[in-house]
């Protein structure tokens, strides 16, 4: 019994410890890094060195001939609020390379947050599991198989985005050639956290996978089947 509450415990922490880091991804704007050559004039490096994730792009000054409408420039005036790119009114009339540089960046943005969804609603079921409520009579080999298919639904997810993410910046390298020569980009903190969140809900899935191992043992070994301990 008390192992399988610490496990328990630890599973729920360890959910909660990556729902978090994704939200931190989520939210902010390192997930990509743009860097011109020092040896540039200033407006070129005023140009390519900033960086960016799901919702904004940051300059470290913005440069002066970037065409922005005014309400799109964040509150410390480098940063620029790139989301409603994704949204196109006439997006059948653009080009087929345009169409799918929107998809992709659709996808990416749309499975990160499915994926921080499924995280947290894998938290409530646990928790309604465990708690002495009325739903104390789950039985809790469903509840178990439940969260780890949860998870790796959520895992699945993540995965996609980061490799939507990851199609996007090959994109811009080949075939647009985005860079200029002495432009080096790669890949920042939010993606590596974002990456780590995903990982962890492999991990945590295993765990649920072990505890509903043990909970058909119980059946067979001492017919107790229901309550989480």
């Known amino acids: 019994m008390g192992n399988k509450f610490v496990c328990l415990g630890v599973v729920l922490f360890m959910i909660l410890a ?4 994704n939200l931190v991804a989520i939210l902010t704007d390192h997930w990509y890094n743009v860097q011109a050559d020092s040896l540039g004039n ?20 913005l440069p002066s001939d970037t065409p922005v409408v005014k309400e799109r420039v964040g509150s410390n005036g480098n940063c620029i ?25 659709r996808c990416f943005v749309a499975f990160a947050i499915l994926c921080g969804g499924i995280q947290l609603f894998t938290i409530l079921t646990l928790i309604c599991g465990v708690w002495p409520a009325d739903c104390h009579n789950i039985k809790r080999s469903k509840i178990y198989l439940g969260a780890a298919l949860m998870l790796l639904l959520a895992t699945i ?68 089947y229901y309550n989480i301990y």
């Not at 990556?18 to 880091?21: C, E, I, P």
Request: glycine share 4%; aromatic share 16%.
């Open 157 to 224: 997810c993540g995965s996609v985005s980061g490799i939507c993410f990851i199609a996007l910046r090959d994109l811009d390298v080949d075939p647009q050639n985005l860079y200029p020569q002495g432009v080096a980009s790669n890949y920042d903190w939010s993606f590596m956290i974002h990456w780590i969140s995903t990982g962890m809900c492999i991990v945590e899935s295993c765990i649920l996978l072990c505890l509903l191992k043990e909970s058909y043992d119980d059946v067979a070994e001492k017919f107790s």
């Open 18 to 21: 990556s729902l978090t880091l």
């Open 81 to 105: 609020f790139i989301y409603e790119d994704m949204i196109q009114s006439h997006e059948d009339t653009l080009p087929y390379d345009d169409q799918l540089y929107l998809h992709l960046t």
């Open 42 to 61: 200033s407006t070129f490096q005023s140009k390519w060195t900033y960086h960016y994730g799901i919702w904004k792009k940051c300059y470290e000054s």
